[in-house]
């Protein structure tokens, strides 16, 4: 199984960056997700991460160390809209293909 | 396209009372999968699917039971509902072939309240 660790809360002003860190420990990593969660509402899919480096699509960018297993979402020129819970989540191979752990997310709160 | 529906987005249940939540995708997605969130917790599987015939238990299965009979319905029966069973469930699915991210389509959810 995995442990997957990431902040609880994280405020920011709008226009400005956040990172947010996801840890995790697997015995086969076979990918990594972000999902974006508004309160009362379903996840949405944000980013994928299966190499390491960088993906960026638009105002978000995530990135992957497999070595360290550690990977971070970044949110850029903040909106109010952005406030959200944001769920990191593994796949390990060992454990059965398609198969996800999530992470308890990080609410991320904008303030004007 | 649908996506994901789920049905019924409310319900309250009384201690020991059944119900079934209902799962439909239209999106030919070979994976389902059924998770519960507890108020600020990230989200538990509690059974998933690979394909029509074929499911398999997650990290918290007691006390809940699926079948899929179908590749588009993945139902979620809750016999003799407990307390503990108040929460958010939500259905996803995907589509897994080779490799390529495979992200989730989540359905809505349904809220359930046990007294």
């Known amino acids: 199984g995995q442990n997957i660790d990431q902040p609880t809360e994280m405020t920011a002003t709008e226009g400005a960056i956040v990172q947010i860190n996801c840890t995790y420990q697997t015995s086969g990593f076979n990918g990594l997700f972000w999902y974006q969660q508004h309160a009362g509402e379903a996840p949405t899919f944000l980013s994928y991460?299966?190499?390491?480096g960088l993906e960026e699509k638009g105002r978000f960018s995530s990135f992957l160390s497999r070595s360290k297993g550690y990977s971070y979402l970044l949110l850029k020129e903040l909106q109010m809209k952005d406030s959200a819970s944001y769920l990191c989540a593994v796949s390990d191979r060992t454990d059965s293909w398609g198969k996800f752990q999530f992470g308890a997310g990080t609410q991320v709160v904008v303030t004007p | 396209n649908a996506g994901v529906t789920q049905t019924p987005k409310f319900r309250i249940l009384k201690i020991g009372q059944s119900m079934t939540l209902q799962c439909t995708q239209d999106?030919?997605?070979?994976?389902m999968y059924w998770y519960r969130q507890d108020p600020g917790m990230g989200l538990k599987l509690i059974y998933y699917s690979v394909g029509a015939g074929i499911t398999d238990k997650g990290e918290v299965p007691n006390g809940y039971n699926v079948s899929r009979s179908t590749t588009e319905d993945f139902p979620l029966r809750l016999e003799l509902a407990a307390p503990s069973q108040t929460s958010v469930y939500f259905c996803?699915?995907?589509?897994?072939?080779?490799?390529?991210?495979?992200?989730?389509?989540f359905g809505p959810g349904t809220r359930l309240t046990v007294t």
């Open positions: 991460n299966v190499l390491d």
């Open positions: 999106m030919n997605h070979n994976y």
């Open positions: 996803a699915s995907s589509y897994l072939q080779g490799v390529g991210s495979y992200e989730q389509y």
